[in-house]
């Protein structure tokens, strides 16, 4: 039997001792450092895009504004009993480390278990930049990465930067797709990612990666 890897568990689960999940907007000031230097890209080709469910954006729950569950700097549209929670700091700089990649800082969590899937939406930010540096710099701080193409294309109506990507597990002794887009705000760079258990995994979720591409606004 297959078990997931350490990085699709919540991060209540993962960091319990030091890691604090808030239902209200509690997240930490965002950052206002500048994102680190780009890697090389390997040039591959990339997943099909898909297209977000045909479903009227106005009807569903949001996150990211006044009175949801994380304080953002953008807000976009949740797919049906998908979870949001906000993640907050903990003091202990041992566990705080845990909440980096690259230069940006997880500061919201959207769980799909409640929808039957093994995976997360996760909202990073980090600070004010061109939004392609910040996500290059957030891919460089994955391991065993490959197959990366990044791509110009929107969210909602803003110009954004999107990149699919291969993580080879060497626990799992398997690979999956990976995705993200990035998008730059007033406050800083906004990076909206999906995971998954597996390829398979990914590929199930990504109607709700693109209803909250789709309906993304900075706020």
């Known amino acids: 039997m297959r078990h997931p890897i350490r990085t699709l568990a919540p991060l209540t689960a993962a960091l319990a001792t030091g890691l604090l999940l808030t239902g209200c907007g509690g997240a930490e000031p965002l950052p206002g450092g500048t994102p680190g230097a780009p890697p090389s890209a390997a040039p591959a080709s990339a997943a099909p895009a898909t297209t977000a469910p045909a479903v009227a954006a106005a009807s569903r729950a949001r996150v990211g504004g006044p009175g949801t569950a994380c304080a953002l700097p953008v807000s976009f549209a949740l797919a049906a009993e998908w979870e949001p929670q906000a993640v907050r700091a903990p003091e202990d700089p041992e566990f705080a480390v845990l909440m980096r990649q ?6 919201c969590e959207v769980d799909a278990k409640p929808a039957g899937h093994i995976g997360f939406l996760r909202v990073w930010t980090a600070g004010k930049g061109p939004a392609r540096t910040a996500l290059e ?3 460089k701080g994955e391991r065993n990465v490959s197959k990366t193409v990044y791509r110009t294309t929107t969210a909602g109506a803003l110009p954004v930067t999107e990149v699919t990507y291969t993580v080879h597990n060497e626990f799992m002794e398997e690979s999956k ?9 007033p406050k800083g760079t906004v990076i909206v990612h999906l995971g998954g258990f ?4 990914h590929r199930e979720m990504l109607p709700a990666y693109e209803l909250a591409r ?5 706020l």
Not at 102 to 107: D, F
Not at 177 to 185: G, L, P, Q, Y
Not at 214 to 218: E, I, Q, S
């Open 102 to 107: 690259g230069p940006a800082i997880v500061r």
């Open 214 to 218: 789709t309906t993304l606004k900075v």
């Open 198 to 201: 597996d390829t398979e995994e």
């Open 177 to 185: 797709e990976e995705r993200a887009f990035a998008v730059a705000t």
């Open 137 to 139: 710099g957030f891919v």
